[in-house]
């Protein structure tokens, strides 16, 4: 059965950083494109950002470059999120999901990260 | 990277079927074949429906179909069911490995 457990969310000031984990199970993870997505609590869904299966390539949502970095461990079946210099607007349930065929066909049940003082 | 147009809200009977529509650009649903939709009930994850604009991933009810026309992509729900009360959201590749979605759809069974 694949799974995908989200963690590291939680409560973060304004210009804080937070580190989210993507664990995975059930499938080759060494394969398969992942993507981080979010949806702020009551509005839609936004992909945030994407990862090759070795790593080497990366694509970011314009709102988070330069300030999201995803990142894989193929040996620990894991994805991961750093954030930083983290804005309220970035308030939302983060999933991390499979991709394939351009589209997300596995996901996760989110972690919320909620930026506030 | 602006959000692809969806209605607000679409509502039908137990039985009929309905259409949802994703009206996009030439550089993103009217660029690519690859509009893709996704089922969300309240406090759930997103559920895959449709991939490559019409293909059914496994285990999906062929209630559900996918069809495009230039930068319009549409999600037909045939024979409406009481279960099919959810929020729906369409996709689209929009470029260089990036996508976009959809601004979401409250379907509503009278």
């Known amino acids: 059965e694949v799974q995908l457990v989200e963690s590291g969310g939680g409560l973060v000031q304004p210009g804080g950083s937070l580190r989210l984990t993507c664990a995975t199970s059930g499938f080759t993870f060494s394969n398969d494109w992942i993507s981080w997505l979010r949806q702020a609590p009551g509005k839609g869904l936004e992909w945030v950002a994407n990862i090759k299966p070795d790593g080497t390539d990366k694509y970011y949502v314009d709102s988070v470059r330069g300030r999201f970095t995803i990142s894989r461990d193929n040996a620990k079946n894991s994805l991961y999120l750093d954030m930083s210099s983290l804005r309220a607007e970035d308030t939302a349930f983060y999933y991390c999901a499979i991709s394939r065929d351009h589209s997300f066909d596995y996901w996760g049940q989110g972690t919320l990260v909620t930026v506030s003082s | 990277q602006s959000a692809l147009t969806q209605p607000a809200s679409v509502s039908g009977s137990p039985g009929q079927s309905i259409t949802i529509s994703c009206t996009g650009t030439s550089s993103d649903v009217g660029g690519y074949n690859v509009v893709s939709w996704y089922q969300q009930y309240p406090g759930k994850a997103p559920k895959l429906l449709i991939y490559?604009?019409?293909k059914w991933p496994s285990g999906v009810s062929n209630r559900f179909s996918g069809s495009k026309s230039g930068d319009v992509a549409s999600l037909t729900i045939s024979g409406l069911q009481a279960e099919d009360e959810a929020d729906y959201y369409c996709?689209?590749?929009?470029?260089?490995?990036?996508?976009?979605f959809g601004t979401g759809t409250r379907v509503t069974v009278l």
């Open positions: 490559e604009v019409s």
């Open positions: 996709a689209s590749y929009e470029r260089s490995v990036t996508y976009v």
